[in-house]
Protein backbone atom coordinates (compact mmCIF):
# COMPACT_ATOMS: atom_id res chain seq x y z
CA UNK A 1 0.00 0.00 0.00
CA UNK A 2 1.62 3.35 -1.31
CA UNK A 3 -0.27 6.76 0.36
CA UNK A 4 -3.26 5.12 1.34
CA UNK A 5 -3.49 3.39 -2.20
CA UNK A 6 -3.95 -0.38 -2.59
CA UNK A 7 -0.94 -1.37 -5.20
CA UNK A 8 -2.55 -2.47 -8.50
CA UNK A 9 -1.99 -6.55 -8.90
CA UNK A 10 0.19 -7.51 -11.78
CA UNK A 11 -2.44 -10.72 -12.51
CA UNK A 12 -4.93 -7.78 -13.60
CA UNK A 13 -2.74 -5.82 -16.24
CA UNK A 14 -2.98 -8.39 -18.99
CA UNK A 15 -7.05 -8.46 -18.79
CA UNK A 16 -6.88 -4.48 -19.28
CA UNK A 17 -4.38 -5.06 -21.93
CA UNK A 18 -6.59 -7.69 -23.56
CA UNK A 19 -9.69 -5.05 -23.43
CA UNK A 20 -7.80 -2.64 -25.49
CA UNK A 21 -6.67 -5.65 -28.16
CA UNK A 22 -10.60 -5.58 -28.95
CA UNK A 23 -10.25 -2.12 -30.75
CA UNK A 24 -7.78 -3.46 -32.77
CA UNK A 25 -10.26 -5.36 -35.58
CA UNK A 26 -12.56 -2.02 -35.39
CA UNK A 27 -9.93 0.05 -36.20
CA UNK A 28 -8.54 -1.81 -39.19
CA UNK A 29 -12.25 -1.47 -39.95
CA UNK A 30 -12.66 2.08 -39.62
CA UNK A 31 -9.84 2.51 -41.52
CA UNK A 32 -11.41 0.67 -44.22
CA UNK A 33 -15.00 2.93 -43.44
CA UNK A 34 -12.35 5.74 -44.07
CA UNK A 35 -11.21 4.96 -47.47
CA UNK A 36 -14.59 4.19 -48.62
CA UNK A 37 -15.67 7.89 -47.88
CA UNK A 38 -12.34 9.21 -49.58
CA UNK A 39 -13.02 7.52 -52.64
CA UNK A 40 -16.19 9.45 -52.63
CA UNK A 41 -14.50 12.19 -52.52
CA UNK A 42 -12.31 12.35 -55.01
CA UNK A 43 -14.61 10.65 -57.01
CA UNK A 44 -16.75 13.97 -57.27
CA UNK A 45 -13.35 15.63 -57.57
CA UNK A 46 -13.16 13.53 -60.87
CA UNK A 47 -9.38 12.42 -59.06
CA UNK A 48 -9.99 8.78 -60.58
CA UNK A 49 -6.62 7.77 -60.17
CA UNK A 50 -6.65 8.31 -56.05
CA UNK A 51 -10.20 7.28 -55.79
CA UNK A 52 -9.35 3.94 -57.37
CA UNK A 53 -6.45 3.31 -55.51
CA UNK A 54 -8.59 3.86 -51.75
CA UNK A 55 -10.77 1.23 -52.36
CA UNK A 56 -7.99 -1.05 -52.90
CA UNK A 57 -6.57 -0.07 -49.88
CA UNK A 58 -9.89 -0.36 -48.59
CA UNK A 59 -9.63 -4.13 -49.83
CA UNK A 60 -6.12 -4.62 -48.16
CA UNK A 61 -8.26 -3.43 -44.43
CA UNK A 62 -10.91 -5.25 -45.13
CA UNK A 63 -8.66 -8.82 -45.20
CA UNK A 64 -6.44 -7.58 -42.42
CA UNK A 65 -9.34 -6.65 -39.57
CA UNK A 66 -10.96 -9.77 -40.25
CA UNK A 67 -7.13 -11.72 -39.98
CA UNK A 68 -6.47 -9.64 -36.50
CA UNK A 69 -9.50 -10.69 -34.79
CA UNK A 70 -8.78 -14.37 -35.67
CA UNK A 71 -5.18 -13.66 -34.27
CA UNK A 72 -6.16 -11.85 -31.06
CA UNK A 73 -9.47 -14.30 -30.86
CA UNK A 74 -11.26 -10.85 -30.77
CA UNK A 75 -14.18 -11.47 -33.18
CA UNK A 76 -17.54 -9.83 -31.90
CA UNK A 77 -20.94 -9.49 -32.90
CA UNK A 78 -20.27 -5.70 -32.99
CA UNK A 79 -17.50 -6.53 -35.20
CA UNK A 80 -19.37 -8.28 -37.44
CA UNK A 81 -22.09 -5.59 -38.07
CA UNK A 82 -19.58 -2.59 -38.06
CA UNK A 83 -17.37 -4.75 -41.14
CA UNK A 84 -20.98 -5.34 -43.02
CA UNK A 85 -21.95 -1.80 -42.11
CA UNK A 86 -18.01 -0.11 -43.67
CA UNK A 87 -18.31 -2.67 -46.68
CA UNK A 88 -21.57 -1.44 -47.95
CA UNK A 89 -19.63 1.95 -48.35
CA UNK A 90 -16.46 1.37 -49.46
CA UNK A 91 -17.62 -1.71 -51.67
CA UNK A 92 -21.11 -0.79 -52.49
CA UNK A 93 -21.51 2.60 -52.48
CA UNK A 94 -18.13 4.10 -53.11
CA UNK A 95 -17.48 2.01 -56.62
CA UNK A 96 -20.90 3.50 -57.27
CA UNK A 97 -20.41 6.67 -57.45
CA UNK A 98 -16.92 6.58 -58.69
CA UNK A 99 -18.61 4.12 -61.78
CA UNK A 100 -21.20 7.06 -62.69
CA UNK A 101 -18.66 10.28 -62.53
CA UNK A 102 -16.40 8.39 -64.52
CA UNK A 103 -18.71 7.03 -67.14
CA UNK A 104 -21.98 6.37 -66.64
CA UNK A 105 -22.68 10.21 -66.44
CA UNK A 106 -23.65 10.25 -70.05
CA UNK A 107 -26.08 7.80 -69.85
CA UNK A 108 -27.94 10.18 -67.36
CA UNK A 109 -30.91 8.22 -65.53
CA UNK A 110 -29.89 5.01 -67.04
CA UNK A 111 -26.58 5.56 -65.52
CA UNK A 112 -27.41 6.61 -61.84
CA UNK A 113 -29.96 3.55 -61.75
CA UNK A 114 -27.35 1.04 -62.86
CA UNK A 115 -25.16 2.49 -59.97
CA UNK A 116 -28.23 2.29 -57.49
CA UNK A 117 -28.86 -1.67 -58.85
CA UNK A 118 -25.18 -2.01 -57.71
CA UNK A 119 -25.32 -0.55 -53.86
CA UNK A 120 -28.95 -2.77 -53.70
CA UNK A 121 -26.78 -5.91 -54.63
CA UNK A 122 -23.72 -5.27 -52.71
CA UNK A 123 -26.48 -4.69 -49.93
CA UNK A 124 -27.89 -7.90 -50.36
CA UNK A 125 -24.66 -10.11 -50.35
CA UNK A 126 -23.32 -8.79 -47.10
CA UNK A 127 -27.24 -9.07 -45.92
CA UNK A 128 -27.29 -12.58 -47.09
CA UNK A 129 -23.81 -13.43 -45.57
CA UNK A 130 -25.02 -12.20 -42.08
CA UNK A 131 -27.69 -14.37 -42.33
CA UNK A 132 -26.35 -17.80 -43.29
CA UNK A 133 -26.71 -20.69 -41.17
CA UNK A 134 -24.21 -22.15 -38.79
CA UNK A 135 -24.28 -25.51 -40.61
CA UNK A 136 -22.25 -23.55 -43.40
CA UNK A 137 -18.76 -25.60 -43.17
CA UNK A 138 -17.11 -25.28 -46.44
CA UNK A 139 -14.32 -22.61 -45.79
CA UNK A 140 -13.36 -23.10 -50.13
CA UNK A 141 -16.14 -21.20 -51.40
CA UNK A 142 -17.97 -18.04 -51.77
CA UNK A 143 -22.06 -17.79 -52.57
CA UNK A 144 -21.81 -15.09 -55.06
CA UNK A 145 -19.32 -12.73 -55.81
CA UNK A 146 -17.58 -11.17 -52.82
CA UNK A 147 -18.43 -7.65 -52.97
CA UNK A 148 -14.59 -6.33 -52.84
CA UNK A 149 -13.87 -8.36 -55.76
CA UNK A 150 -16.93 -6.37 -57.68
CA UNK A 151 -15.27 -3.33 -56.39
CA UNK A 152 -12.08 -4.52 -57.81
CA UNK A 153 -13.09 -5.10 -61.10
CA UNK A 154 -14.99 -1.70 -60.91
CA UNK A 155 -11.60 0.31 -59.38
CA UNK A 156 -9.11 -1.93 -61.89
CA UNK A 157 -11.19 -0.63 -64.69
CA UNK A 158 -11.07 2.61 -64.29
CA UNK A 159 -7.70 2.43 -63.00
CA UNK A 160 -6.40 1.31 -65.97
CA UNK A 161 -8.38 3.77 -67.80
CA UNK A 162 -8.66 7.08 -65.77
CA UNK A 163 -9.68 9.18 -68.58
CA UNK A 164 -13.46 7.55 -68.92
CA UNK A 165 -15.68 7.04 -71.74
CA UNK A 166 -16.21 10.28 -73.22
CA UNK A 167 -19.39 9.52 -75.46
CA UNK A 168 -22.54 7.46 -74.88
CA UNK A 169 -21.94 4.70 -77.22
CA UNK A 170 -18.44 3.94 -74.80
CA UNK A 171 -20.70 4.57 -71.39
CA UNK A 172 -22.87 1.80 -72.28
CA UNK A 173 -19.14 -0.53 -71.78
CA UNK A 174 -18.81 0.61 -68.63
CA UNK A 175 -23.05 0.21 -67.64
CA UNK A 176 -22.13 -3.80 -68.26
CA UNK A 177 -18.52 -2.85 -65.96
CA UNK A 178 -21.66 -2.00 -62.96
CA UNK A 179 -24.17 -4.12 -63.97
CA UNK A 180 -22.26 -7.68 -64.35
CA UNK A 181 -20.69 -7.38 -60.73
CA UNK A 182 -24.10 -6.58 -59.61
CA UNK A 183 -26.00 -9.50 -60.53
CA UNK A 184 -22.73 -11.87 -60.25
CA UNK A 185 -22.92 -10.82 -56.43
CA UNK A 186 -26.89 -11.75 -55.92
CA UNK A 187 -26.08 -14.91 -58.12
CA UNK A 188 -25.59 -18.29 -56.24
CA UNK A 189 -22.13 -18.86 -58.63
CA UNK A 190 -19.99 -19.60 -56.45
CA UNK A 191 -16.44 -18.10 -55.96
CA UNK A 192 -13.40 -19.57 -54.27
CA UNK A 193 -12.02 -18.02 -51.84
CA UNK A 194 -8.33 -17.23 -52.05
CA UNK A 195 -7.25 -18.30 -48.56
CA UNK A 196 -7.99 -22.18 -49.71
CA UNK A 197 -6.83 -22.13 -53.10
CA UNK A 198 -4.22 -25.01 -52.82
CA UNK A 199 -0.79 -24.67 -54.66
CA UNK A 200 0.79 -27.56 -53.51
CA UNK A 201 3.75 -28.42 -51.20
CA UNK A 202 1.91 -27.70 -48.12
CA UNK A 203 5.65 -27.67 -46.32
CA UNK A 204 7.49 -25.86 -49.12
CA UNK A 205 7.87 -21.88 -49.86
CA UNK A 206 6.56 -22.04 -53.01
CA UNK A 207 2.89 -19.80 -51.90
CA UNK A 208 5.57 -17.25 -50.84
CA UNK A 209 7.25 -17.45 -54.03
CA UNK A 210 4.09 -16.80 -55.76
CA UNK A 211 3.25 -13.79 -53.36
CA UNK A 212 6.63 -12.44 -53.97
CA UNK A 213 6.39 -12.38 -58.21
CA UNK A 214 2.65 -11.08 -57.39
CA UNK A 215 4.16 -8.19 -55.95
CA UNK A 216 6.80 -7.99 -58.41
CA UNK A 217 4.13 -8.09 -61.16
CA UNK A 218 2.30 -5.05 -59.56
CA UNK A 219 5.22 -2.91 -58.75
CA UNK A 220 6.42 -3.40 -62.37
CA UNK A 221 2.55 -2.94 -63.97
CA UNK A 222 0.44 -2.05 -61.50
CA UNK A 223 -2.82 -0.96 -63.71
CA UNK A 224 -2.36 -3.95 -65.87
CA UNK A 225 -1.95 -6.49 -63.18
CA UNK A 226 -4.60 -5.12 -60.87
CA UNK A 227 -7.15 -5.25 -63.82
CA UNK A 228 -6.10 -8.39 -64.64
CA UNK A 229 -5.99 -10.16 -61.48
CA UNK A 230 -9.95 -8.76 -61.46
CA UNK A 231 -11.06 -10.11 -64.24
CA UNK A 232 -9.13 -13.45 -64.18
CA UNK A 233 -11.13 -14.03 -60.67
CA UNK A 234 -14.20 -13.63 -62.44
CA UNK A 235 -13.99 -15.27 -65.36
CA UNK A 236 -12.37 -18.03 -63.78
CA UNK A 237 -15.90 -18.60 -61.37
CA UNK A 238 -17.90 -18.43 -64.98
CA UNK A 239 -15.89 -20.96 -66.66
CA UNK A 240 -15.97 -23.46 -63.38
CA UNK A 241 -19.43 -22.46 -63.46
CA UNK A 242 -20.44 -23.40 -67.01
CA UNK A 243 -18.00 -26.49 -66.77
CA UNK A 244 -20.21 -27.62 -64.04
CA UNK A 245 -23.43 -27.54 -65.38
CA UNK A 246 -21.94 -29.14 -68.67
CA UNK A 247 -20.40 -31.85 -66.66
CA UNK A 248 -24.13 -32.59 -64.82
CA UNK A 249 -25.92 -35.20 -66.59
CA UNK A 250 -29.46 -34.35 -67.62
CA UNK A 251 -30.95 -37.54 -65.67
CA UNK A 252 -28.82 -36.31 -62.60
CA UNK A 253 -29.97 -32.59 -62.00
CA UNK A 254 -33.05 -33.79 -59.77
CA UNK A 255 -31.49 -36.13 -57.84
CA UNK A 256 -28.03 -34.24 -57.39
CA UNK A 257 -30.34 -31.02 -56.23
CA UNK A 258 -31.94 -33.85 -53.59
CA UNK A 259 -28.46 -34.64 -52.49
CA UNK A 260 -27.48 -31.00 -52.08
CA UNK A 261 -30.62 -30.10 -50.17
CA UNK A 262 -29.85 -33.23 -47.72
CA UNK A 263 -26.64 -32.75 -47.08
CA UNK A 264 -27.11 -28.87 -46.54
CA UNK A 265 -24.67 -27.75 -48.93
CA UNK A 266 -22.34 -25.71 -47.25
CA UNK A 267 -22.15 -21.64 -48.15
CA UNK A 268 -19.26 -19.86 -47.98
CA UNK A 269 -17.06 -17.82 -45.22
CA UNK A 270 -15.75 -14.73 -45.28
CA UNK A 271 -12.19 -13.24 -45.62
CA UNK A 272 -12.90 -10.63 -42.78
CA UNK A 273 -15.02 -10.20 -39.87
CA UNK A 274 -18.31 -9.84 -41.62
CA UNK A 275 -17.38 -12.00 -44.14
CA UNK A 276 -16.54 -10.46 -47.37
Same mark, same amino acid.
Given at each position: ??????????E??????????Y??????????????Y????????????????L???????D???????????????????????A?????????????????????K??????????VT????R????????A?A???????????PA??????S?????P???????????? *????V??????????????????????????????L????????A?????? *???M???????? *??????????????????????A????????????????
Amino acid at each position: MLNGRPRRRREDRPQRFKRGVYLLPSMFTMANLFCGYGCVVYATQRDFDTAAVLIGIAMVLDTLDGFVARLTKTSSAFGVQLDSLADVVSFGLAPAILAFTWGLWPLKRLGWAAGFIYVTAAAMRLARFNIQTAAATDKRYFVGMPSPAAAGVIASTIYLFPDGPRDQEFAFAA *LAMVVVPALLMVSTIRFRSVKAIEVGWRRSYFALFLVAVLFALIASHPRLA *LVTMAYTYTVAA *LIMWVYTRMRRRPGDALGGEATAQGNNDPQVASSSDAGL
